[in-house]
């Protein structure tokens, strides 16, 4: 089969001239190369695919080198593995692109890192993960666009199956659970019997897996656009039993990440998902859903090795929930005191909250959009002017001063200005330079 159309067709413009310089540069050198994996998959299905890793029967790293010297950009190489990956110029692909140089994988243990050897195509795609990703295009001349499926990629992709290439490949690389679950969600197939099997009887070295690599599948994941069946698949298949963090999956939890979503189009969601990522995002209101209102969330996020700033993220919403839910006064004032520092990220894990009380909830989007930006006429300075000694009775009093303000009891600057007068004589009249 050749797929020369269908690469130009489901590639973008700027994807398919790296592919044909990258096709032009290898027959230069004389290599065969090919494109390979999600790419390949994903054309093959007429999806849009943004991914691009290729693989040569010569040294991946001196073809790197090549099309980075034409085209320019920036490449690091990983000599044992004989990778490269280049960052091409920003003006022509976004993205980094991978370069392989062919091989074949033994894995000494379980989940462990594989010794390499340089190998053909064929070996190459055999180590791969599943047959709907082991399918290649060849890409240097006279041999464009010719598609290779030694595994019958293409026969699983119209059946909508997922099948591994071999009974070992979940021992190799426990995380290629994860990975079955994303492509069985993304793309509404099926693992094939004899996968399942495989993967149950594989399921115990998923204790094997680093904090690191867990969380960084499970990100992937939660960047996916709809990943609550993915998730599911996981519960299904037991695979959150088996790993080395506690994590569960339950209806407090899915009906969590659905609210996280729908309050995403409005503020503080918006600047949020600007300031962090979407999987970020998720994972925390997933955690914060583990038991709800303990410090489980934390804990398993100390077992995912997660930052020390996503650990404070859900100790603080934690926190404010604990005193939301001991108030009776909502008035602007006394939620822009409670709120005061929160970051968008924080008042949106907040928002989605189940714990948090509804009539504080009201209240996030005008505190985030309004609230938080109102200050009093009124600062430090005024009152060393007006001469009140400098000490914690500034804060208290200026605090005063701005609830009063955002609970609409001034109608004008000199009403606020005479309560300040009122409030340094209630306050501070000890404080006063001139009141001794
Ligand atoms: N791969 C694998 N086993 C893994 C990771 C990757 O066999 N644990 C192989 C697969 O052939 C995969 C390719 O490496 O297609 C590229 O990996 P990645 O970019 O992670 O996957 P994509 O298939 O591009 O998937 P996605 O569409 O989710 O990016």
């Known amino acids: 089969m050749n797929l020369e159309d269908k690469i130009q067709f489901y590639l973008s413009e700027e994807a398919y001239a790296i592919v044909q310089s990258v096709g032009k540069l290898s027959s230069n050198l004389d290599k065969p190369v090919y494109l390979v994996g999600g790419a390949v998959r994903d054309i093959l299905l007429g999806r849009q695919s943004v991914d691009l890793d290729f693989v040569t029967e010569g040294s991946g790293i001196k073809l790197a080198e090549t099309v980075c010297q034409e085209l320019g950009g920036e490449l690091t190489t990983h000599d044992r593995f004989g990778t490269a990956v280049w960052t091409p110029p920003a003006d022509l692909f976004s993205e980094t692109v991978d370069f392989i140089t062919a091989r074949t994988e033994i894995y000494p243990s379980p989940a462990s ?20 990703n082991a399918m290649a295009v060849r890409l240097d001349q006279p041999h464009f666009g010719q598609l290779l499926d030694p595994y019958k990629g293409t026969l699983d992709l119209d059946q909508k199956k997922i099948q591994i290439l071999h009974d070992q490949s979940f021992d190799d690389d426990p995380t290629r659970m994860f990975r079955a679950a994303r492509y069985a969600g993304r793309l509404g197939f099926e693992l094939t019997q004899a996968t399942r099997s495989a993967l149950q009887q594989s399921r115990p070295n998923l204790a094997h897996l680093s904090a690191d690599r867990v969380r960084h599948e499970l990100e992937k994941l939660l960047g996916e656009r709809f990943p609550t069946p993915m998730l599911e698949l996981l519960q299904q298949w037991q695979v959150f039993e088996s790993l080395p963090a506690n994590l569960t999956l339950t209806d407090l939890q899915r009906i969590a990440l659905t609210r996280l979503d729908g309050c995403l189009s409005i503020d503080p969601g918006r600047t949020a998902a600007q300031n962090s990522s979407i999987e970020e995002l998720r994972l925390a209101i997933w955690l914060l859903h583990t038991q709800l209102l303990d410090t489980s969330a934390v804990d398993v996020a100390d077992e995912l090795n997660c930052t020390a700033d996503f650990k404070r993220d859900l100790e603080r919403v934690l926190n404010v929930i604990q005193q939301g839910l001991k108030m009776d006064d909502f008035r602007p004032g006394t939620v822009e005191k409670l709120l005061r520092g929160f970051t968008a990220t924080q008042l949106l894990l907040l928002q989605a909250h189940q714990a948090t009380p509804a009539a504080l909830k009201v209240q996030i989007p005008t505190y985030f959009n309004t609230w938080r930006l109102i200050k009093t006429t009124a600062d430090g300075n005024t009152l060393r002017q007006i001469g009140v000694r400098p000490g914690p009775i500034y804060q208290k009093i200026l ?38």
């Open 113 to 132: 890192l594989p010794q390499v050897t340089p190998s053909s195509i064929q070996d190459d795609l055999f180590r791969r993960d599943f047959a709907i």
């Open 399 to 436: 605090d005063q001063l701005l609830a009063d303000k955002l609970n609409g009891e001034f109608e004008s600057d000199a009403a606020e200005s005479e309560r300040l007068t009122q409030l340094i004589d209630q306050l501070g009249p000890q404080n006063k330079k001139d009141a001794s």
